[in-house]
């Protein structure tokens, strides 16, 4: 059972445009949300977090949604720059003393110049 | 700034041997993380540690074993290697103590079982 979902595996921008990346879960105890952003070869590296306390969170360019009635999130890039395409990871945490982050499957971002 | 170092990089097994995977952080991180990525899928967690002398098990981990004796080393051992261990292995760590979501990953390592 996949409690942390990206139905999306890629999504194609143009350069300048808005790009959004969905997530979707179905755990009601997950309490914090993580985007982790990963280039080929190389390990993900965190990009952007929220918390169930909070509806939005922004830093720069990028920024996260959280609808917990819908049990959904989203990732906003504006405006979307080349050095953008990667794959993007979301993971969720029930948080509290467990460690143990779920992460869904990823979607491919490229953003075409 | 080296982060989370993770050897090797890329290893080929036969079917039946056994490997440990280094992995070490330079960040003084009180939590570290093993996981592992099949072909479209996400971050499986393998096995975990909290602190040195204390390690806990993830979603998968069946075939592996780990220790934690220092607070920078984190090795990954696999017995008897099987071809549904063929995967890319990823080291993480995190600070912890309300931080302990937000991980640092090394570049991981590529393993193929046949």
């Known amino acids: 059972d996949q409690q942390v979902k990206q139905n999306s595996p890629s999504l194609s921008v143009q350069e300048g445009r808005i790009s959004i990346l969905n997530c979707d879960y179905t755990n009601s105890m997950f309490d914090y949300f993580l985007w982790y952003k990963k280039y080929p070869a190389e390990g993900p590296t965190f990009l952007i977090s929220?918390?169930?306390?909070?509806d939005k969170n922004e830093d720069g360019r990028f920024t996260v949604f959280l609808n917990k009635s819908a049990k959904h999130l989203s990732l906003h890039i504006v405006p979307s720059q080349p050095g953008d395409s990667a794959v993007y990871f979301c993971?969720?945490?029930?948080?509290?003393?467990?460690?143990?982050?779920?992460f869904g499957t990823g979607t491919l971002l490229a953003v075409q110049p | 700034n080296a982060g989370v170092t993770q050897t090797p990089k890329f290893r080929i097994l036969k079917i039946g041997q056994s490997m440990t995977l280094q992995c070490t952080q330079d960040?003084?991180?009180?939590?570290m993380y093993w996981y592992r990525q099949d072909p479209g899928m996400g971050l499986k967690l393998i096995y975990y540690?909290?602190?040195?002398?204390?390690?806990d098990k993830g979603e998968v981990p069946n075939g592996y074993n780990v220790s934690r004796s220092t607070t920078e080393d984190f090795p990954l051992r696999l017995e008897l290697a099987a071809p549904s261990q063929t995967s890319v292995y990823f080291c993480?760590?995190?600070?912890?103590?309300?931080?302990?979501?937000?991980?640092?990953f090394g570049s991981g390592t590529q393993l193929s079982v046949l």
């Open positions: 993971a969720a945490s029930e948080g509290g003393a467990t460690n143990k982050l779920i």
């Open positions: 993480a760590s995190s600070y912890g103590w309300g931080e302990k979501e937000k991980l640092f």
């Open positions: 929220i918390s169930s306390i909070k």
């Open positions: 540690s909290v602190g040195a002398g204390i390690t």
């Open positions: 960040m003084n991180h009180n939590y």
